[in-house]
T-cell receptor, first 116, second 114 residues
Framework: DAGITQSPRHKVTETGTPVTLRCHQT?????MYWYRQDPGHGLRLIHY???????DKGEVSDGYSVSRSKTEDFLLTLESATSSQTSVYFC???????????????FGPGTRLLVL | KQEVTQIPAALSVPEGENLVLNCSFT??????LQWFRQDPGKGLTSLLL?????REQTSGRLNASLDKSSGRSTLYIAASQPGDSATYLC?????????????FGQGTTLQVKP
């Protein structure tokens, strides 16, 4: 599992409340990613990080922000949760020989978020 | 914009059958292609990774092939077992930059009946 944990694993919240999801890795990987998985859409990239305090937007970044103050932690924040953000959220890291083509992506167990 | 398509969306086969899952992508400029397995309610498990310079990779009963020029990959599962029942996802890593971003297909849900 490449030492990836996500917390919480399940969360129910109300529309308009802020929510923060945490991804923690223990193996000092440089690249970390947040995806969401929805029926009919598959997995889509929200944000990613290429180092401490270095982040960039993915395909579906609206309504989300991220922070990475330490190598091991990558936080995803929904500033004001909406029902459309009900989803399963996966964190991932890239591992393997540097240089791109042989790097494999490993995923955390996921966080199920329900916004009422 | 890269698009990844997996056909069929669902597949049901009897135990012991050999089967092929298909993945196609629109832009051949990829770094690599990865096949994942996802069990219901679980995360993704990496099965095979094919570098852009490779034609195939094998792991046990699994064999994945890559034809960049035609934008296609196949995952071959030999002698299928009920334990192979899961959703199989393919994802391409784009060739531009070194960010490692993956573009996923929507998956093929496989059911292997005893």
């Amino acid at each position: 599992d490449a030492g990836i944990t996500q917390s919480p694993r399940h969360k129910v919240t109300e529309t308009g409340t802020p929510v923060t999801l945490r991804c923690h890795q223990t193996e000092n990987h440089r690249y970390m990613y947040w995806y969401r998985q929805d029926p009919g859409h598959g997995l889509r990239l929200i944000h990613y990080s290429y180092g401490v305090k270095d982040t960039d937007k993915g395909e579906v970044s609206d309504g989300y922000s991220v922070s990475r103050s330490k190598t091991e932690d990558f936080l995803l924040t929904l500033e004001s949760a909406t029902s459309s953000q009900t989803s399963v959220y996966f964190c991932a890291i890239t591992s393997g020989p540097s240089g791109g083509a042989r790097e494999t992506q490993y995923f955390g167990p996921g966080t199920r978020l329900l916004v009422l | 914009k890269q698009e990844v398509t997996q056909i069929p969306a669902a597949l049901s086969v009897p135990e012991g059958e050999n089967l092929v899952l298909n993945c196609s992508f629109t832009d051949s400029a990829i770094y690599n292609l990865q096949w994942f397995r996802q069990d219901p309610g679980k995360g993704l498990t990496s099965l095979l990774l094919i570098q852009s310079s490779q034609r195939e990779q094998t792991s046990g009963r699994l064999n994945a092939s890559l034809d960049k020029s035609s934008g296609r990959s196949t995952l071959y599962i030999a002698a299928s077992q009920p334990g192979d029942s899961a959703t199989y996802l393919c994802a391409v890593r784009e060739g531009s930059g070194n960010t490692g971003k993956l573009i996923f297909g929507q998956g093929t849900t496989l059911q292997v009946k005893p």
